[in-house]
């Protein structure tokens, strides 16, 4: 098999098959991919909204497998079988998912405490501190225990490949290879890897470092994510001998091999989508319960975190209004925000701090029936997110810093048309590939406001060329290519 082909889901699967059928593949994710929870007397099924379902989603569907995940729906414990396990997708079963149970005090120290107020902003070079907290740390380490024996006694003596999603899980590679050498262990990290001088602040870095050296590979959004990764150990794992060359790290006589590996998006299926019926009936109904006629449209679509950039990206509309007042009336920002990590103070107050802003600009700049900012709160129904991407004339993405975002790969994908402009935040690891977006320093809010401008003024040809190169970059470099990448490595291993 060449890396340099279009990959499609039925190449995967095959490929997946001939290499991987010897070995029982198990996915590890904090979340879920599917929560069931109580509507009334009935039990509702959700799917997961996040980078990780979206992308992980498609290659375990392919292979088959377990995906274990902590179960967090208040339904979820009625829909398993005696070993927490129930088929998935509900309409599709191709997969097991396995459900750990989780102390609601285990869930506010090892997901809101240790991973998401320290570790998350440990790496994302964001204003917001990290907290260290010993006592969250040490629920962090035993939550990890817990997902190690979980997978441990799935596999037995079975030759198994276990695949962990991201920072929830940096001490469970080490746990596992502890316990059984023989098991294949890699780990995609979603997130950034910072600049070594950050990790060392963590009083734990240095097991932290040490956890996720017990993968045999660690996959990273981008080169820079990697060379960090490799830095850190360096300059914390005494002992510890890096190659930048041959990308991994040994200690102890183990080797990591670390690597780069693009997450990205289901490019066929979603330009297939996007030319569905539904999503142009949900593309007229949304030009006409929000007003817009034929008003020019800006979207952005984002998780409610404060890594997304929200409030500056308001505030260059805001510039945008007052530099180029002959927009007014003539261009909408629709703006989406699903909210997410609301048990965090700072997650809460960035939150309310949109909410103002919002208020604040309509205010000063809004008349008659039409309203500068659009704000819609989600989990919206995919073909409305679909339906968005399509009416775009553009899609702003100004993260302050990103591991990659699939908004950008999921609005290029979207857009048959080729019309359409991806305004980009250079610090999105998206950023690498797409470059033929228009680039923007998030906190730049004068170059972002004028950057929109430019982007709204752009010839049609222009839009189309940059387009079409974007679609033949993410059409290539799609998620299979990402699971194929990660597997062949796997198989170099194995
Ligand atoms: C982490 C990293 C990395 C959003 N709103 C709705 C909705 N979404 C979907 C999007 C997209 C996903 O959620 C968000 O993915 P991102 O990549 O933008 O962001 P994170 O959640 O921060 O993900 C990130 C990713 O992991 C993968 O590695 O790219 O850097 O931070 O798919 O479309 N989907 C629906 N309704 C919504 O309202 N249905």
Redesign the pocket.
Known sequence: MKIRQVWKRENLCQFAKAELSDYLFIVVSNREPYIHSYQGNEIKCETA????T??VEPVISAIGGIWIAHGSGDADRDMVDSQRKLMVPPEEPLYTLKRVWLSDEEVNSYYYGFSNQALWPLCHAVDIKPIFDEAQWSIYKKVNEVFAQSVLEEIGNRKAIVFIQDYHFALLPRLIKRMSPEITVAQFW??PWPRQGSFQSCPWGEEIVRGLLGNDLLGFHTVRHCRNFLTTVNRMVAGSKVSYEKAEATVEGRKTEVHPFP?SVDFEQLSQDAQSVEVKGEIERLRGELNLGDKLVGIS?D?L?YIKGIPRRLMAIDRFFEKYPEYKGKVSFIQ?T?PSRTEIPSYRKLGESIDTLVERINLKHGSGDWKPIITMV?????TT?MALMGMADLCIVSSLH??????AK?FVASRCDNDGILLLSRFA?AAKELNDALLINPYDIDHLAASMEKALKMPRIERYKRMRRKRNIVRENNIYKWAAAIILELTKLV
């Open positions: 909204v996040g980078g990780v979206t992308a979603h997130i997450i679509i998780r975190d989406v699903v989600g989990p919206l129904p995919v997110i990103d591991g990659m975002n699939l908004v999921e690891g």
